[in-house]
């Protein structure tokens, strides 16, 4: 039982930019900085992004504030939330929990790498354009067995170090340091890479639309980004909306949010793309892109060396600020539910975590039988999260605010009671109700049978 002593003690963010940075910060990621970029590169470039951004627009916008108006209406971790508003309906938040469970062991084992490439950086260990060499430095890295799992360690050490500081002491405090850095980084990277002669070539592959290249494959992979990209359908904007104040304005806050995602996504592609082309590399290297590509990009390029160092910096930063909201999404369920202590819950839940990461970077090396499909362990654990769990979490969030709990409660949530603004709502009602979710299940399904 929850008393109301203990609900007025539950932390909350200490400011509205505290808020916003941490939730950017979240969806700012490895989906960003190396997913999006390579998904573009291998898509068909601006067919792949007008695409992505349609997507953002109808899904992504709606359900940001589908799942902060959820959160922040009960004031609690996304099992508690859905149950409170509707008994039986707990299970969705606990898909949710799983799905951060599972994202995070192998989001930590790429975590790992990028550590282990900003010392390569730093100690110009990959200072060749020779592909062969550095597909070798690449895949013998994440093929290692101490190797890797050291760097799952540390990666998997600095998140829970964040998150045992809290809400508005830990996650907040450090967003709002890393993510102003970040943006400064990437805008340095963009305009070194867009400066190099030829590198129009590769502005005009990313940004003009080829329509020839959009299939039904390529909208399928886009909208698996967009969830992936936005942190939604597994209860993580629920869980940070919990730390609301309910004067806090949602319809701008979940505009905003996509808005800084999709402008870093761009950023990402702005920065790696046209260097790619300028330099006469492939630009559908695939996810070795960011890992095996750009090192010998940045090998041509002047100064290199120093960009090198800034962008796997900046790579961390931004994973960090992912990996700290996914580890929040279980915490938070087992302080409010399980009644631990944050210190003991964090130590806890990050060292399962990290157990369940270490078969998946070993399956990339001595372990690598396939055990599903044709999927080794760590890329089953992605098509688990990525095509389930986050798919079915989003189906059934628009399916519960549309049909379950109502729009009209919602709209009144988002809105403080008919405080502030926003315009939109019948458009957003409609949307959740009936686009979303068929637009999802229609692609979830076909995406299984695929
Ligand atoms: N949005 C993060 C990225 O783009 O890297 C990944 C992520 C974080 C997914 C948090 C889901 C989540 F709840």
């Known amino acids: 039982m929850v008393d109301l002593n203990e609900n007025k003690q539950r932390d909350q963010w200490g400011s509205k930019l505290g808020f916003i940075m941490a939730a950017a910060g ?6 960003n900085l190396w997913k999006f970029p390579y998904m573009a590169g291998s898509n068909g470039g601006g067919a792949f992004v007008l695409i992505y951004l349609a997507l953002i627009v109808i899904v992504g916008f709606t359900l940001m504030a589908a799942e902060i108006v959820i959160g922040r209406h009960t004031q609690l971790n996304a099992i508690g939330a859905y149950r409170k508003i509707r008994k039986g309906w707990g299970w969705v938040g606990g ?58 360690a540390l990666f998997m050490i600095i998140t829970l170090g964040i998150v045992i500081g809290g809400i508005s002491g830990g996650i907040e405090k450090f967003s709002k340091i890393l993510m102003p850095a ?26 003009k639309p080829d329509f020839s290249k959009i299939d039904f494959s390529v909208i399928l992979a886009a909208l698996g980004q967009v969830f992936f990209s936005l942190s939604l359908g597994m209860g993580c904007m629920i869980t940070y909306g919990s730390y609301l104040s309910k004067d806090e304005n949602i319809p701008q806050s979940a505009t905003l949010i996509p808005l800084l995602d999709t402008g870093v996504a761009l950023l990402a592609g702005l920065a790696i793309l046209p260097a790619v082309f300028a330099l006469g590399f492939d630009p559908a290297g695939g ?85 599903f499909k044709d999927l080794v362990f760590f890329d089953a654990l992605g098509f688990l999260s990525d095509q ?58 076909s995406g299984l049978l695929a």
């Open 26 to 31: 979240s969806a700012v990621g490895l989906g």
């Open 95 to 152: 898909l949710g929990v799983l799905a951060g469970f599972v994202i995070l062991s192998y989001y930590s084992v790429v975590g790992g790498w990028v550590i282990n490439y900003i010392i390569k950086a730093v100690t110009g260990a990959f200072n060749t354009s020779d592909m062969e060499v550095l597909g070798n430095m690449f895949g013998g890295m994440i093929s290692g067995t101490w190797t890797p799992i050291f760097y799952h």
């Open 287 to 371: 996810p070795g892109l960011v890992f095996i590509t750009l090192p010998a990009v940045f090998a041509k390029m002047p100064m290199g060396g120093l960009f090198a160092v800034i962008f796997f910096v900046l790579v961390l930063f931004a994973a960090i600020t992912s990996s700290i909201s996914l580890l929040e999404v279980v915490v938070s369920f087992v302080v409010d539910e399980w009644k631990w202590s944050r210190a003991k819950a964090t130590t806890i839940v990050a060292a399962a975590i990290f157990a369940l990461g270490v078969p998946a970077s070993l399956s990339m090396g001595i372990w690598d039988t396939i055990i």
């Open 388 to 445: 389930i769990l986050l798919p079915l979490g989003g189906l059934m969030l628009c399916i519960f605010i549309g049909w379950v709990w109502g729009v009209d409660n919602a709209v009144k949530e988002a809105t403080n009671g008919g405080k502030v603004k926003f315009t939109i709502a019948p458009v957003w009602g409609f949307v959740v109700k009936y686009v979303a979710p068929i637009a999802i299940a229609y692609i979830f399904i």
């Open 182 to 207: 970040l943006f400064v980084m990437i805008i340095m990277i963009v305009i070194r890479s867009v400066t190099l002669p030829g590198a129009g070539e590769g502005i005009s592959f990313f940004l």
